[in-house]
Each structure stands twice: as structure tokens, then as C-alpha cells.
């Protein structure tokens, strides 16, 4: 058993390799059981690179178990995904997020919420409708709400993707591109489809750090150049030094998001956190 700790400001468990199966059953049974309502939503702020303004949040999904304490995603996501159950947690997490970044714009604080979207769900019919009704239930202009989707999923069907696609930006929500780096998949192919940023996996940027040894990772700038000549913006991802920041900054990215500048964090926090970058410290 391993504690990731100091990952959030709270403790997560994941569990050890040794005892994998039988927590894997375990997750299983109790998803089966109904543990909807254990699941909570963190939220990790965008900061935009010009001006350090915080541009939106990331919702990241944690299981506040009964034994085990708060669970990060890497601990049942893939158990909930091949249940089946990860739909119906979504469509929750949609519910929750839109309700709270209306909520948040009510009191003054215009925040982007990008939802992670797995790709069972985004070949299976009801995501629409599932986008739609958390929309209309919570009143949040479809622009403020973003779907992130990785490389693969996309890369999966690319023409049922396209058309996927296009029905959502249809009415207006965004799309992003998560974790660009870790697949096989080109900036040429995701260009066909109707994506308004990519999110550049924290692996090329530790890599950028560690080929340009103090210079501008020259990779990280020509994904963000050639982005940038598609009209897509680019988010660097795990941004954890001053000199990640550096880099980024150079690399011509136009968000970031990492430990450096903030960690997910409970709704609670998020209006007081936002109160002090506005406050200027
Ligand atoms: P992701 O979408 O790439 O989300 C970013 C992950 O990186 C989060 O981990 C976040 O806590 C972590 N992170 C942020 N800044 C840093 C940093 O500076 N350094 C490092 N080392 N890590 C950083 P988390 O919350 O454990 O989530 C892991 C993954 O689980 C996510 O990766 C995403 O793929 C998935 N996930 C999380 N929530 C959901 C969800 O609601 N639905 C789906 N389908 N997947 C989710
Ligand atoms: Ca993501
Ligand atoms: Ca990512
Ligand atoms: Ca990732």
C-alpha cells in the first residue's frame, strides 16, 4: 500500500500492485452497490500565461471512500470505465460542475469548466444528451463549459468523432484535446477536427526540460507554433518549477496548469484561492 501524499491538499490512497486484483473486485462490487454518492469533484485552476489571470478549472473526480479515505481517479477509474459505471458518475459530474460554475459566475467569478470525457462515453449516444440536460438544468452558457477528450479516444473513430464533434460545438460548448504527446496521433489529424485547444501532456514537458537543458524546448515550440497557425490554443499541462514556467512562456503556450501555480482543490477553497491572485498574491 502506497499514500500519495501531498498530491492534492489532502491525502490520497492508491493502492499497491501486490493487492491489485482483489481491489479491483472490491471496487467493483461496491460500484455495483451504489457508491454514487461517495464521489466528489476537485477543481484545479487554468491560469492564463499573459496576464496570470486564472481562465477556468479542470473538475477532477475523487472517491471519498468509506475505509480507505479519498481516492484519486488512478485508483477505480479504469474499474468504473470497464463497468460501466463511469457513464453514470459523468452525467453526475456534469450535473454537479455546470450547477457550480453558474453558481460561481452568480457571485462574480467567470470560470471555464473543463470536464474529462472517457471514450465509452463519447461513442455512446446519451453524451449529448447528457451535455445538454446539465446545461439546461443549471442555466451555464454552453462557451463556459469545456469537454476534454484525449488523443485516443479521438483517434479512435476519427469519423465518428468528427461528427460527434460537431453536434457539441454546434451548440457551443468547447473542446479540448487532452494529454497531446502520449499517443501516436498527429497535430495534422487532429487539425481535420473542431478543436479549440490542446492540452500538452506533462511528460513533454519534463521531457522538453530535460533535451533543452535551459534553453526553449524547440518541440514544445513547434506543437505550440503549429497549434497556434490552426487557431488552437495550447495549455501546458504539470507545470511544476520556475523553470517549467520559463519554458512554457517561451515555448509560446498560452495557459498552464500544474502544482506550480495551483493544486485541485475542494469548491470551497476555489473562491478564496481566486480572491488572492486577484488580491495579487
Ligand atoms: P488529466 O486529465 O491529465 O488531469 C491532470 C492530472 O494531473 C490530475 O491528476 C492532476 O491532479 C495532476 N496534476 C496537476 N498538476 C500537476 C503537476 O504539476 N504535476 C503532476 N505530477 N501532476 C499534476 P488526477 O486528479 O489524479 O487525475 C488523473 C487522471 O484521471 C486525469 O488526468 C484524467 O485522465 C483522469 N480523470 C480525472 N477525473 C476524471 C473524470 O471525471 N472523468 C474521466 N474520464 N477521467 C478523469
Ligand atoms: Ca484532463
Ligand atoms: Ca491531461
Ligand atoms: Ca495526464
Redesign the pocket.
Known sequence: EAKAAGRDRVHLFSPGLRDAARWRMDVATRLRDGALDQFVVHYQPVVRLDTGEVEGVEALLRWQHPERGLLAPDAFLSVAEETGHLIPITRWLLHETTRQAAEWAQQGLSLRMAV?ISARHFSAETLVRDVRTALRESGLAPEQLML?L?ETTVAEDPTRAEDQLAILRGFGVRVAI??FGTGWSSLAQLMALPIGTL?I??SLISAAERLAAGGTGAVLGAIVGLAHSLGIRSVA?GVETAEHLRMVREAGCDLAQGYLLARPMASGEVTRWADRVRAGG
Do not use: I
Open positions: 474529462n476534454e484525449t487532452d494529454d492540452k501532456d506533462r499541462e
